[in-house]
């Protein structure tokens, strides 16, 4: 009997063992819980500053120049990760300029007003060695779609041409927790439109070299 029982105890212990080698192989390892919950999804919140070069030129008038107004404007941004480093960003907002006479024809005045949509993608580097603080920079592709176009005063019939162009990007998020984070972003975009307008009916042409920095701040959330 002694012999007997003590079968059944080592079997018993071998049992237990087994069964809790075989929870532990089948419990999700903690890198696997860990990239479950890092979403490749993040989106931004920024108010952005639109400071435009001022700068342009009517064909066959030396000395002509052009004028645009700066703006605030709010500005949805949406990221996904590839990798913790390499993210693509979709940049959603839209802003107005009114279009000033300067230099030469500075005395024409207000030439008149456009509406401007900039969807801008970029790709981007995150640098991820620096804790809660997460720089990084991007390059990448700017389409500017011109809408609502109007002369004003002696001008009439505005037409600033779509355009595409070069974007790069600097900035950085300052992670509060696992999803809130703050942003500070910088973008120059490379736009020189070519444009045309009536004055007193006849029609002139020219280029129009914004050329504008977007500065933006704002509130990050990855999903």
């Keep these: ?99 000033h006479a300067d230099g030469a024809i500075e005395g024409l005045g207000k030439v008149g007003k456009a509406w401007l949509l900039p969807p801008t993608v970029t790709l981007q580097y995150h640098f991820t060695d620096f804790g809660a603080f997460k720089p990084y920079v991007g390059a990448g592709v700017n389409y500017s779609l011109f809408y609502e176009q109007s002369g004003s005063g002696r001008f009439s019939n505005l037409d600033i041409e779509n355009k595409v162009g070069a974007a790069l990007q600097v900035g950085f998020d300052y992670m509060l927790d696992d999803h809130w984070g703050v942003n500070f972003d910088v973008k120059k975009i490379f736009l020189e439109p070519k444009w045309k307008v009536d004055f007193d009916g006849a029609p002139l042409t020219g280029k129009a070299k914004l050329n504008p920095w977007l500065v933006g701040a704002g509130v990050t959330y990855r999903f």
């Design 1 to 99: 009997m002694g012999r007997a029982a003590l079968a059944a105890g080592l079997a018993l212990l071998a049992g237990q063992a087994f069964a809790a080698d075989l929870e532990e192989r089948m419990a999700p390892s903690e890198a696997t819980v860990d990239f479950a919950a890092q979403s490749p999804w993040q989106i931004r919140v920024r108010g952005l500053g639109v400071i435009t070069n001022d700068s342009g030129s009517v064909n066959g008038i030396p000395g002509s120049d052009l004028s645009y107004t700066d703006t605030v404007i709010p500005e949805l941004d949406i990221s996904y990760f590839f990798t913790d480093n390499i993210a693509a960003e979709l940049i959603l907002g839209t802003t107005y300029a009114n279009v």
